[in-house]
């Protein structure tokens, strides 16, 4: 309950709360609601957003915020909601067409006006996205997802709070864990020189270690606490890349709605397998931050599949809906994925196709 005091501390007093339909439902959520309106602090929240955010959503929630005569903007979610009260804090002074803001064509250089004072609650523990400076909005009808960035887009403050994360459910846990293990062992694995960042993500990927199978079959306050740290340091880490990992899986988000940590979590073993040759080295590190006996790729891999049974997450992607038919379309969208080009091996179309089918 440090919302209604930091709010008033900055002469706020009119938030519009962008959050979604699940967590809008949630006790914390009806409890600092009414903490904020005993301080005298008008709330409006917005909650109507797609599992996988769309563009519409965004202006829906900057129409909330117009018409209700806002003056900051909290998010209070998962990465879906975080992304679109992120996108909407950009959209309140940049009016031209969303996606000419698209970082990926250059459109960063657009966002050149102010915008209003954000702020940022994580309610899980998986894209960091509560320190991110980008949101991630699919085009309503092609389902392709877009990447607004700016570095204005940084919350002022972040409240990151792992009493709001003690009920997520074990599944989403789980998924939204194995999202935060991959965007640490991405960015480890980007060949690039940031001993900083590299340093935060074997840090987190030991916290997972430690922490991952007990906050989803066994949580406590620790397993918890490590694992929303973790999640946080994933962010700050993959400021470097990420890599053949979420190409392989943002395509089963676009395609058929998969959940992205899921969607991460059945891919990774396979990902990483294939980034092994040219880089034991890196992989070494990582059994060591795994703790690890021996330090073979091989053994992290399966580490990898290890954990996902620990934590009831398929190894095959014909368990979460991929057909054969769909293949040729997922690597399709994997080649055209913009997180690949950061990975340390290139990927071409054929490897996209051959790392699908071994998963399917
Ligand atoms: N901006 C970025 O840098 C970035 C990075 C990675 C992913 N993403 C985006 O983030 C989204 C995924 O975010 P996510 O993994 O956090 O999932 P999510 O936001 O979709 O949340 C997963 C589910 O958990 C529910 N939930 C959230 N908090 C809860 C709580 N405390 N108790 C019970 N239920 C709760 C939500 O209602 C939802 O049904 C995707 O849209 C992805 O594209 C963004
Ligand atoms: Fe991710």
Not at 241 to 262: E, F, I, Q, R
């Amino acid at each position: 309950m440090e919302l209604g005091p930091y709010l008033l501390r900055n002469g706020l007093s009119r938030p519009l709360i962008v959050t979604d339909p699940v967590v809008s439902q949630l006790n914390f959520l009806t409890d600092l609601v009414k903490d904020l309106q005993n301080r005298n602090i008008s709330v409006e929240t917005f909650y109507g957003i797609h599992k996988n955010p769309v563009k519409s959503d965004v202006y829906q929630g900057t129409n909330v915020f117009d018409e209700e005569e806002r003056d900051c903007i909290v998010g209070i979610g998962g990465g879906a909601a975080l992304d679109v009260a992120r996108a909407i804090t950009l959209r309140i002074h940049h009016r031209e067409d969303l996606f000419k803001y698209d970082d990926l064509k250059g459109g960063d250089v657009f966002v050149t006006n102010e915008v209003p004072h954000f702020i940022t609650i994580p309610t899980t523990a998986g894209t960091g996205s509560e320190v991110g400076r980008s949101a991630i909005i699919s085009d309503d009808e092609t389902h392709q997802k877009k990447i607004l960035f700016s570095p204005k887009l940084l919350a002022r403050i972040v409240f990151a709070d792992p009493l709001l994360t003690m009920e997520l459910p074990a599944f989403i846990t789980a998924a939204t864990g194995m999202d935060a293990l991959t965007h640490n062992m991405e960015a480890f694995l980007v060949n690039m020189f940031h001993p900083m960042c590299d340093g935060i993500a074997l840090k987190a990927i030991s916290l997972i270690h430690n922490s991952l199978e007990r906050a989803v079959n066994k949580p406590d306050l620790e397993s918890r606490s490590n694992m929303l740290i973790a999640s946080l340091m994933g962010a700050v880490a993959f400021q470097k890349g990420l890599g053949v990992v979420h190409s392989l899986a943002h395509p089963l988000s676009s395609l058929l709605d998969t959940h992205h940590g899921l969607a991460n979590a059945v891919n990774i073993p396979y990902g990483m397998e294939y980034n092994i040759e040219g880089f034991e080295y890196k992989f070494a590190e990582i059994a060591r931050a795994l703790h690890l006996e021996d330090e073979s790729g091989e053994t992290v891999v399966k580490y990898l599949f290890e954990l996902n049974d620990q934590i009831n997450i398929p190894r095959k992607l014909s368990a979460i809906g991929v057909k054969q038919e769909h293949i040729e379309t997922l690597a399709d969208l994997a080649l055209a994925d913009f997180a690949h080009p950061n990975n340390p091996k290139p990927v071409s179309r054929e490897d996209f196709k051959k790392l699908y089918l071994k998963a399917l």
